[in-house]
């Protein structure tokens, strides 16, 4: 089945230490997102690509990164992860720029100790 | 910026019973879509809407993109204990692009 993969499910890291997430999808799909979403909270867009086009959000802290070496995958990094980063990234998929549904993963739960 | 508010904001339902949630917005939006979310998981794609007055059905799942384009609706019939979970409502505004804006979420709870 076409799908978007996260990997890993679960990330602990430690304060400061730098941690990179993957998200790859088999949808072929040209644009995806990453999300930060805290607990009981909607999910906060951080940064998107259609294509190897990348569009940040002017709110996104520097401290998010993110690379899109293929149409298939793509990293968010955290360089210097804080407590308050400890959230749910979600990543989404979306069929083409003038496409609006999309397909999220399953996320990866990022714990900072 | 666009703000969509959700309501009710949690709700606490009889296995069978129907459910109703609704989604409003003080600015116009081009396109509404509906997403559950599972704890620990991703939101999943229910239905999406992009005519003013459309309504859209997805098996017990029945969703209606409102007339003014300022709020949308969900209904779930005759409901489930798998039917808990956050309901969130997202919308795409003019000039938007491809972002959505998310509500606040409705959690629903059932009661066997």
């Known amino acids: 089945d076409a799908m978007v993969i996260q990997n890993p499910r679960y990330q602990v890291t430690q304060f400061g230490k730098p941690v990179t997430l993957s998200c790859s999808q088999t949808?072929?799909?040209?644009?995806m997102y990453w999300y930060q979403q805290k607990s009981s909270q909607a999910p906060k867009l951080l940064f998107h690509?259609?294509?190897?086009?990348?569009?940040n959000e002017a709110d996104t802290p520097d401290n998010f990164q993110s690379r899109r070496p293929n149409t298939s995958f793509c990293f968010l990094d955290i360089r210097s992860p804080g407590l308050g980063d400890a959230a749910m990234y979600l990543c989404?998929?979306?069929?083409?720029?003038?496409?609006?549904?999309?397909?999220f993963g399953p996320g990866t739960r990022l714990t900072v100790t | 910026g666009q703000q969509l508010n959700q309501s009710p904001q949690s709700m606490f339902i009889q296995e069978g019973e129907d459910v109703s949630m609704n989604c409003t917005s003080s600015s116009i939006f081009n396109t509404w879509l509906w997403y559950k979310q599972d704890p620990g998981e991703g939101p999943v794609l229910l239905i999406a809407?992009?005519?003013?007055?459309e309504l859209t059905s997805n098996g017990r799942l029945t969703a209606q993109f409102g007339i003014t384009r300022k709020d949308s609706f969900l209904n779930i019939s005759a409901s489930i204990p798998s039917d808990v979970g956050i309901y969130f409502c997202a919308g795409r505004g003019a000039g938007g692009g491809n972002k959505l804006t998310f509500g606040t979420g409705t959690q629903l709870k059932v009661e066997l």
């Open positions: 809407l992009y005519k003013a007055g």
């Open positions: 949808l072929n799909h040209n644009v």
């Open positions: 690509y259609y294509d190897k086009d990348f569009n």
């Open positions: 989404a998929t979306s069929r083409a720029r003038s496409s609006y549904e999309q397909y």
